[in-house]
């Protein structure tokens, strides 16, 4: 006798209709699944309800969703082989229904007497679930008590099998189309990826393998691909896939961004039409073009910014482009909006004169033009980022750079380089000089991610015109001294002479002229022979241990001629460590600052000099109060030859090289110096020295 079910049939007619409303309102699978589930364990009284998918290739069975199954029966079930020996695995194999009407009738041994017991199961029943001729999962369904399924409630289960085949049959023939399509556009992406390793890049050869791809991917008979949006200006560079060149060139020129085109390429909509000719834009073709239905129109982005447009005409196998091609396309113009940038910088790289690397920052991968792989006498891996630079990027004087020491990694810490001078050393030998600037490059929809552009530029003529430079400078200012040391001698003479009570005023004020000239010409050649020596890195210097205090307190009283008119303050710090220095410099880098420092003062203002303490160095300070520096020239106050705003209009002397010189010096020590002024208070001149103990 079979169990009639309280529900009765009508009920679950009902539930099936609702179910085949569902399967045809709303094909997604999960849901569909759930709330078949929930009707059979609500109107057939079900003691447990489950749906297995299957695996036709492997003939295995897995478990989807189930209702009141056991976690260690959903486990055992989880993964089942059609062969296993289980209701649902006859099931599939089968592809017929298996009715167990009580369980208590099965051998002891046998598995399902094991699952029923398990889930306290009177009778099971397992239903195949076919599409195309293919099992593509079973629903199973237990009741507590002995006696299977009335007719109708059968009849209503493999409707609900049947919806559930269809659905199933239907997701599954989706996601073989989604697997094939998505593999064409990873086909079309790598063959687009490919045309960006061919060097120099030809930017019209990528645009011909996106719009190739394109018409592959969306199996369109034409594509073609242009970049602009001025409508008075054709496209260019424009690229056509399919169409005859013959017949391109009875067309005679490019088209331009207006019509239909235009819609595309001014607004960056997505234009899909069955019939292009019934679009609102379209004006009509050129003579001799080809007949052009179906039509689909996307625009081609980069991070939001319209980069090209692409356009594909006449759907093959079908009379309209679908929403599946939309999809397609527009995700393949993403991946060609990618490749294109990466053209562009590229192009921009191999069309640059000097040396350009750029380090990507998402990825440290680098992108370097050919005028670098010339410079450094190789070719430089993308992947291997600009690691690869180190000991071949060095310091004038020969030594390395490390990874953190080069300006890419300077930028990423938030510095801009600027000009460096450093030597780039080839695996042959050479040694080239170069002058190296790197800057990030940050664009308004990635600020946190900037990329980093390195230049080296090849100095090499002009460091030979500068050592001519140097050595005419030295010859020169060699030249003169001996002169000027006579001058100066006689000078010297010649004043003992004018001092005598019996020569006349004006006599001995001439010959002061004179020495006092002489000396003036003399530093200044002094100056051109040490900013020669600076320049080739041929200072000398006699180190010993130099107690800085009592070295500052000495050129103090040795300047007081040249500071007269202004107090000099000193506040020095007790118990300072030696330096490792050259008095001699050192008094020289002092008398400098302190002559600039009465020089620019106001009248009659005090000049303070302090010498403090720091962290293994000695820092000494030198202020005045005076009219000061323009934010924009301290920058340049420390380069040769260079003369503030402020000397010139007062009228003071000089050659410009003081500072430079002074520069040069304290860096030679191993030191630091930089200015800080306040334009009509303060200026601040400092230096420090490394203690001896360094």
């Known amino acids: 006798m079979r169990r009639q079910t309280p529900s009765g049939s009508g009920q679950l007619g009902a539930v099936l209709r609702r179910m085949a409303g569902a399967a045809t309102e709303d094909r997604e699978l999960v849901r569909l699944v759930e709330a078949v589930l929930d009707q059979v364990m609500a109107e057939l009284a079900a003691r447990s309800v489950s749906l297995s998918l299957a695996d036709d290739a492997s003939?295995?069975?897995?478990?989807?969703?189930?209702?009141?199954?056991?976690?260690?029966?959903?486990?055992?079930?989880a993964e089942v082989s059609f062969s296993a020996s289980v209701l649902a695995a006859r099931a599939a194999s089968s592809r017929q229904v298996q009715l167990v009407e009580d369980v208590e009738a099965l051998p002891e041994s046998a598995p399902d007497r094991e699952v029923a017991a398990l889930t306290a199961a009177g009778s099971m029943l397992a239903i195949p679930l076919l599409a195309s001729g293919k099992t593509v999962g079973v629903l199973v369904a237990t009741r507590a008590q002995p006696g299977g399924f009335a007719s109708a409630e059968l009849a209503t289960l493999r409707g609900l099998a049947d919806i559930l085949a269809a659905v199933i049959g239907e997701a599954c023939a989706g996601e073989r189309r989604l697997r094939t399509r998505v593999e064409s556009i990873s086909h079309a992406c790598t063959a687009i990826s490919e045309a960006l390793t061919v060097f120099p890049v030809d930017l019209r050869s990528v645009l011909q393998t996106i719009a190739e791809q394109a018409r592959t991917v969306a199996s369109a008979q034409y594509a073609a691909l242009g970049i602009g949006t001025d409508p008075a200006v054709p496209f260019a560079p424009w690229v056509f896939s399919?169409?005859?060149p013959e017949v391109a060139e009875a067309i005679g020129h490019f088209p331009r961004p207006i019509a239909t085109l235009g819609a595309v390429a001014r607004t960056g909509q997505v234009v899909r039409v069955p019939d292009v000719h019934r679009h609102p834009a379209f004006v009509g073709f050129p003579a001799h073009h080809p007949a052009i239905t179906s039509f689909l129109g996307v625009p081609v982005r980069y991070r939001g910014r319209s980069v090209g447009n692409l356009y594909l005409g006449n759907k093959l196998g079908a009379e309209e482009f679908t929403e599946e091609d939309r999809w397609a396309i527009e995700l393949l113009a993403t991946n060609a909006g990618v490749a294109l940038h990466r053209?562009?910088?590229?192009?921009?790289?191999?069309?640059?004169?000097?040396?350009?690397?750029?380090?990507?920052?998402?990825?440290?991968?680098?992108?370097?033009?050919p005028q670098a792989g010339q410079l450094f006498g190789r070719a430089l891996a993308p992947e291997a980022g600009p690691g690869q630079l180190v000991g071949q990027v060095c310091y004038p004087d020969g030594r390395p750079l490390t990874l953190e020491e080069l300006p890419s990694s300077q930028v990423l810490r938030g510095r801009t380089v600027q000009g460096e001078e450093l030597l780039v050393v080839r695996p042959d030998g050479g040694r080239i000089p170069v002058l190296a600037s790197a800057a990030p490059v940050r664009v308004p929809w990635a600020m946190e991610h900037a990329d980093v552009v390195m230049?080296?530029?090849?100095?090499?003529?002009?460091k030979e015109l500068e050592q001519l430079r140097q050595e005419w400078t030295s010859i020169v200012a060699h030249d003169l001294r001996q002169p000027i040391t006579l001058i100066v001698g006689y000078a010297g003479a010649l004043r003992r002479v004018a001092e005598r009570p019996d020569r006349p005023e004006q006599e001995r004020k001439a010959v002061e002229h004179i020495r006092a000239a002489a000396g003036n010409l003399n530093r200044m050649i002094g100056d051109l022979l040490d900013a020669s020596s600076i320049e080739a890195r041929r200072l000398k210097l006699e180190r010993r241990a130099v107690d800085l205090p009592g070295l500052v307190q000495t050129v103090v009283e040795r300047m007081a001629e040249i500071t007269e008119g202004?107090?000099?303050?000193?506040?020095?710090e007790e118990d300072l460590p030696c330096v490792e220095a050259d008095p001699g410099r050192l008094e020289q880098v002092l008398g400098n600052l302190l002559s600039n420092a009465a020089k620019y003062g106001y009248p009659g203002t005090e000049i303070q000099v302090e010498v403090v303490g720091g962290d293994g160095e000695v820092q000494v300070s030198v202020t005045n109060q005076g009219p000061g520096i323009a934010p924009e020239e301290l920058a340049h106050i420390f380069s040769r030859f260079h003369r503030a705003a402020s000397a010139k209009t007062r009228g003071v002397g000089g050659l410009g090289l003081g500072l430079y010189i002074s520069k040069g010096l304290v860096e030679a020590h191993g030191g630091r110096i930089w200015a800080e002024s306040t334009p009509g208070q303060t200026t601040t001149f400092h230096f420090t020295l490394p203690s001896a103990a360094q």
């Open 59 to 77: 003939q295995t069975l897995h478990l989807a969703r189930s209702r009141a199954l056991p976690s260690d029966v959903a486990r055992r079930l």
């Open 242 to 244: 399919g169409m005859p």
């Open 343 to 369: 053209a562009r910088l590229q192009f921009i790289l191999e069309s640059a004169p000097n040396s350009m690397i750029l380090v990507e920052a998402d990825t440290g991968h680098l992108m370097a033009n």
């Open 455 to 462: 230049t080296f530029q090849d100095v090499s003529a002009l």
């Open 566 to 572: 202004h107090a000099v303050r000193m506040a020095i």
